[in-house]
């Protein structure tokens, strides 16, 4: 994956010189201004396949560049957010789409074992709000900032979350 | 006046299905509104990682009792992608006509309900009898009258029974003519339009805000359907238009159904004269790569979107749902607020809710 975004960006450098043809492919247009504004961050960036791109983001940016996606990029609806475990972090995935230009980006923010926190995005879009306490409920991410982290599928009094591997039925 | 909370549901006429609906009244105007769900939570997800990719599929079947032909449908094509597979032209064409049988029938489900709700029971029992006509043809098709188990990894799992052609054609000529009746047996109902017309309004901007998708944000004037826009299987070959509506409110969301079960007979009539002689399955792998899969597809309730993290093994490592009316069910406080209890039963009837799939 690492060998695809040097790929990628080094192509985004060499259209730099022809910012028509950067205007013209939304993915590449997404994948340049991510990794412009938030350099240090974003990594990884990659067309999966025409409509659907990918990048990985540190989540210590995470609201400001959901901000800027909604704001200046256009996307305006948050699809899915999906809360996978991994054996050394958690990763959440942002499904973000773009009514205007009818694309998608899987935003994917790592976050370390012992720490499964992230940026509420519910302030930016409000679809979010739901999604977000089922990952809280079923998977035990924590988002910050949240006006109502509770659970939602499952009793309030339940302790455990069910979607991690160590939960056994 | 003193406000006061009312439980509309768990058990209730107007939650089909198990989930609870708090509403604030004052006097008679909703103030404010907290959807409960979680009754029906079967842990769909935690099931699917213990079992095959093969075994899931009539899992996803359950998601939905409405529709389950595209949760089943989308399962295959998010598994596809992960495991790189190419489904061969025919059963693409034979997924459409599926897809959009269930969408008739899953529309007629919800107009049967919703009539209901309104108080009129003729329009429940002339829906749930024209439903039968499709509900019997997938019985021809996939032997299975609601849960088909019928698309396949690489294809689906039969070809066209006999006079299928003949019959599907038929049926959909049939229904166009029930769809005038039906017109002018709704529209022409003063009862059901006074309960319809300006409830429940939803503003463009909030519907937007609030992730709702499906015909519920296309009667809020947003032109958005992914069969259109990013054509799966064979969409991009069929010529039909994208219902929309600019009125917002409970009408709109009435109109821009019917209007999709119009389209759905001609793309229907279209994918039978057009469907490609050839294998309607190709076998595929046992075990998928590590990696992940994407898909997503209009469901009748809206976009439904599933995320796949494959290990290597012949399991899923993940398996991510995302159910459309569970978003769209979180804006319901902002189309509730303001109108009267006796509106609920429009405003909620009118999302189509479906439990199911909500709670997974």
């Not at chain 1, 210590?60 to 054996?87: K, N, Q, T, W």
Request: hydrophobic share 40%; charged share 25%.
């Amino acid at each position: 994956m690492s060998e695809g975004g040097k790929a990628s960006s080094a192509g985004a450098r060499d259209i730099e010189s022809a910012p028509s043809r950067i205007d013209a492919n939304p993915e590449d247009r997404v994948l340049r201004a991510l990794a412009e504004s938030f350099p240090k961050s974003v990594s990884d960036g990659e067309k999966v396949r025409p409509g659907l791109v990918r990048a990985h983001i540190d989540r210590s940016d995470l609201y400001p560049a959901c901000r800027m996606l909604r704001d200046s990029l256009g996307f305006e609806h948050i699809s899915m957010i999906s809360a996978v475990e991994y054996d050394n972090r958690f990763e959440v995935v942002y499904h973000i789409t773009s009514y205007s230009t009818r694309l998608v980006l899987e935003l994917i923010v790592p976050t370390p074992k012992d720490d499964p926190t992230v940026d509420s995005v519910s302030a930016i879009w409000g679809g979010a709000n739901w999604q977000e306490r089922e990952a809280y409920d079923l998977m035990g991410i924590v988002f910050r900032n949240h006006p109502k982290l509770e659970r939602i599928l499952l009793p309030k009094d339940v302790l455990y979350h069910p979607l991690r591997k160590d939960f056994r039925g | 006046m003193a406000e006061m909370w009312i439980n509309m549901g768990p058990q209730h006429p107007m939650t089909h299905g198990l989930w609870n609906l708090r509403v604030k009244v004052d006097g008679e105007t909703i103030v404010d509104a907290v959807p409960e769900v979680g009754y029906l939570h079967r842990g769909i997800e935690k099931i699917c990682e213990g079992k095959t990719y093969t075994q899931i599929i009539p899992i996803t079947d359950r998601l939905c009792y409405g529709s389950s032909m595209t949760w089943s449908h989308l399962y295959c094509t998010t598994v596809e992608d992960l495991m790189g597979i190419e489904v061969p032209e025919r059963a693409k064409y034979i997924r459409v006509v599926a897809i959009e049988m269930q969408r008739i029938a899953s529309h007629l489900m919800w107009l049967a309900a919703y009539a209901g709700d309104l108080g009129m029971s003729v329009g429940f029992t002339y829906t749930m009898r024209d439903r039968e006509v499709f509900v019997d043809l997938l019985q021809a098709l996939t032997g299975a009258r609601l849960t088909y188990n019928y698309p396949r990894i690489g294809g689906v799992a039969h070809d066209l029974p006999p006079n299928f052609v003949r019959d599907s054609i038929r049926a959909t000529k049939y229904m166009e003519k029930r769809l005038k009746e039906y017109e002018d047996l709704f529209e022409g109902s003063k009862i059901f339009m006074m309960r319809n017309v300006g409830i429940g309004v939803l503003k463009r901007d909030d519907a937007i805000n609030m992730g709702v998708t499906g015909p519920s944000l296309r009667a809020s004037g947003v032109s958005y359907d992914l069969r259109k826009d990013r054509p799966y299987e064979a969409y991009g070959e069929m010529d039909f238009q994208v219902a929309t509506h600019k009125d917002c409110d409970c009408y709109a969301r009435y109109r821009v159904r019917m209007d999709e079960m119009w389209e759905s007979c001609r793309i229907i009539r279209q994918a039978l004269e057009k469907i490609p002689q050839g294998k309607w399955r190709i076998v595929a792998p046992r075990n998928a790569p590590a990696g992940t899969g994407f898909g997503r597809v209009e469901d009748p309730r809206g976009e439904g979107t599933m995320y796949v993290v494959g290990d290597g093994t012949d399991k899923p490592y993940r398996l991510k749902v995302r159910s459309p009316i569970f978003v769209t069910v979180s804006a319901a406080p902002k189309m509730l607020v303001g109108y009267k209890v006796a509106d609920v039963v429009a405003i909620m009837g009118g999302l189509d809710m479906c439990i199911g799939e909500n709670d997974r």
